[in-house]
């Protein structure tokens, strides 16, 4: 087993995480979220009129999330346009987000949600999702909850908080074990649960309460942005 992380981090720490609100002028509500080297910016765009029209649900809105890495994101040119990675994460992301939102209230229209990754290096499908949560609260869209994210698992023998790209790509005993997990730290419920790799259910469960941990301090992150919006516009 490893004594330590490539970067130094002890097994349970996340690398640094920042947050901040109302950073696309035109969105309806906007989020940045950064952990370590991984940017997320995400643009909320609605409740508005779903066109065309067959698309429209009388009963309740629609939720569409776009996610995106941009092309200078990572250090090798990534192809720009969707793929398969892409569609997946944009569906998991709505998955994710859906349970805190009450989209009875928006029937015939639809809430739009562009995630953009700026800066690449592990762990974008959660901090889109935690700069999601905070663009559509910041749109002022009505959230049971946020929703905070974080990717857990084992690297070198060991469970791990929070990734990081060399992590990933460690492929010392046997390989390294991926679980992004997105969490709603009111209510303790789990929105999002995907695992890349192998795991002892007994690591899974410790995996897990560190993942909810981490959740917890991103959330109070996400308050804090939020609440400084409404700091400045006070003044
Ligand atoms: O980013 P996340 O961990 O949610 O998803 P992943 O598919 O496990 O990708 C892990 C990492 O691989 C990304 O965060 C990027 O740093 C890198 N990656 C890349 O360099 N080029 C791609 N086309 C896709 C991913």
């Known amino acids: 087993m490893i004594d330590k992380r490539p970067d130094g981090r002890k097994f349970e720490e996340m690398r640094k995480i920042e947050g901040k609100v109302g950073i696309v002028k035109r969105a309806d509500g906007s989020a940045m979220f950064k952990i370590g080297d991984t940017v997320a910016i995400a643009a909320v765009h609605g409740p508005r009129v779903l066109h065309p029209r067959f698309l429209q649900d009388p009963q309740k809105g629609v939720l569409r999330c776009n996610y995106d890495m941009a092309t200078f994101s990572v250090s090798d040119r990534k192809k720009p346009g969707p793929s ?12 994710s987000l859906l349970p805190v939102l009450d989209l009875s209230m928006y029937p015939s229209s639809v809430i739009d949600v562009f995630i953009e990754i700026t800066q690449a290096n592990a762990g974008t499908r959660c901090a889109g999702i ?21 990717s857990v698992g084992k690297v070198g023998g060991r469970v791990v908080v929070d990734l990081d790209k060399e992590e990933e790509d460690l492929e010392s005993f046997g390989g390294p074990t991926d679980i992004p997990i997105a969490y709603t730290p009111k209510n303790g419920e789990f929105t999002l649960l995907q695992l890349d790799g192998n795991i002892t259910k007994e690591e899974f469960i410790e995996a897990l309460k560190l993942g909810r941990e981490s959740c917890k301090q991103i959330q109070k992150e996400q308050e804090r942005a939020l609440k400084e919006v409404y700091k400045e516009k006070g003044k």
């Not at 398969?84 to 998955?95: A, D």
């Open 84 to 95: 398969r990675r892409s569609t997946e994460i944009s569906l998991v992301t709505e998955k």
């Open 130 to 150: 935690v700069a999601a949560s905070m663009a559509l609260a910041h749109a002022g869209i009505p959230m049971k909850d946020l929703v905070s994210a974080i």
